[in-house]
Structure formats: C-alpha cells, structure tokens
C-alpha cells in the first residue's frame, strides 16, 4: 500500500459544480495535512492545511479530514477553469521523522 | 516577504558531470526539503536540512548529496549524472518550530536535463 493515495483522475467537472478530491494515507499517528496546487509548467502551491478532524474552509476551499479513516479531502466550490490544475495531496509522517509524503496528484479539468 | 529562491532556473549537463543546485529558504525558515519531481514518479522526497544538520533522507542513491549554510540557504550536489536524472527539482523551505513548521513553500524549481 502506498503512503499517500490519490485518485489519479482526470477529473472533468462544469464550471460553477463542486470539485471533490480525495486523499488516503497509512500512516495512523500522521497529525498534518496539506493541499497544494500545481499548474503545468509550475511549481506546487500551498493552498490549504489542515491538523484536526473536521472541515476547515477557505474561501472555495474546504477540506475535510477524518483520522478514523485516514481520509483527507478537498472540496472546490464553484469551480473555475483557472482551477484547472494538478491537486497534490501531502501528510507528514510522524513515523518517519516527519518526512513530508505527496501523492500522485489528481489532474482537475474545469469546462467552461 | 520574498519567497523561495533557486538558481538555476535550467541546466542541461552531460551524463556523468556533476551538478550543484542552490536555493535561498524564505527569510526565518530554518528548515529546507528537496524533492525531485517526474512524470513517471511524482514528486519524491530526496532530504530535509535544519540547522544545517540532514535530519530526513529519502531513498536516493549518495549520488544525491545536499547541504545546508548557516544563513539556511541549502545546496544539492548530484554527481555522475545519469540520464534518469532529468527532472525538476524543487527545494521547499519551512519555519521547523511546532505543528505550523510542515507547513512547506515551493521555490520554482531547477529544471535539469541529462543529455
């Protein structure tokens, strides 16, 4: 099993729909969880954290986490086609030092 | 604040040169990861420098070699290149003081290619 799971995608949702994106990791002690973004030809920006269970929103973005199911998620409301990116999922883990691990990345299409 | 630096932006080496990266962390952030990025293998976690000590390695053969200076600043030393090394490699700098210290920004990346 891998350390960090991501649908790979493509994922093609309408402008204005709601964008989900989901993560798994394994590592049970892991403690934070980070969102990047990255465009084509760029490097990844941090656009959300998150450290407790629950949702935690900014702007469009909410990600949600639950630790029981070692499950991470980001949902973009009101999606634009300049969301169209490569969303990177991230987790610390405490088990190995805290190396930061990313998953393979979903590709998100966003159609006018 | 200006954001992560790295130079240089693009080299192009010859298979078994050696190469040096360099990358300014955000001023304050004492912690500097480097990562190599390809479309076969994501993005992959080659170390992890805090007050100039390795404190994280990934699994990289020691052809990957890094440092870090007191002002933090970081280099990354790649000898004999192979042709498997042509990738972005990205340095992401951090503050490494409590549970806000993971939190990584991405300097622009230094594209190589092995030719």
């Known amino acids: 099993q891998k350390e960090v799971e991501q649908n790979s995608g493509p994922l093609s949702v309408p402008e204005g729909a709601i964008a989900s994106l989901n993560c798994t990791y394994s590592d049970r002690v892991s403690q934070s969880f980070f969102w990047y973004r990255q465009y084509s030809g760029k490097s990844p920006e941090l656009i959300m954290s998150i450290y407790s269970n629950g949702d935690k929103e900014d702007g469009r973005f909410t990600a949600q986490l639950n630790k029981a199911s070692q499950y991470v998620s980001l949902l973009i409301r009101d999606s634009q086609p300049s969301d169209s990116a490569t969303y990177l999922c991230a987790v610390n883990l405490l088990n190995q030092g805290g190396k930061l691990i990313f998953g393979q990345g979903t590709e998100l299409s966003v159609k006018p | ?115």
Not at chain 2, 15 to 33: D, K
Not at chain 2, 37 to 53: K, R
Not at chain 2, 69 to 76: A, K
Not at chain 2, 79 to 92: F, H, N, Q
Request: proline share 4%; glycine share 12%; with cysteine.
């Open chain 2, 1 to 115: 604040k200006a954001g992560v630096t790295q130079t240089p932006r693009y080299l192009i080496k010859t298979r078994g040169q050696q190469v040096t990266l360099s990358c300014s962390p955000i001023s304050g952030h004492r912690s500097v990861s480097w990562y190599q990025q390809t479309p076969g293998q994501g993005l992959q976690f080659l170390f992890e420098y805090f007050s100039e000590t390795q404190r994280n390695k990934g699994n990289f053969p020691g052809r990957f070699s890094g440092r870090q200076f007191s002002n933090s600043r970081s280099e990354m030393n790649v000898s004999t290149l192979e042709l498997g090394d042509s990738a972005l490699y990205l340095c992401a700098s951090s503050l490494a003081g409590g549970v806000l210290s993971y939190e990584q920004y991405f300097g622009p990346g230094t594209r190589l290619t092995v030719t």
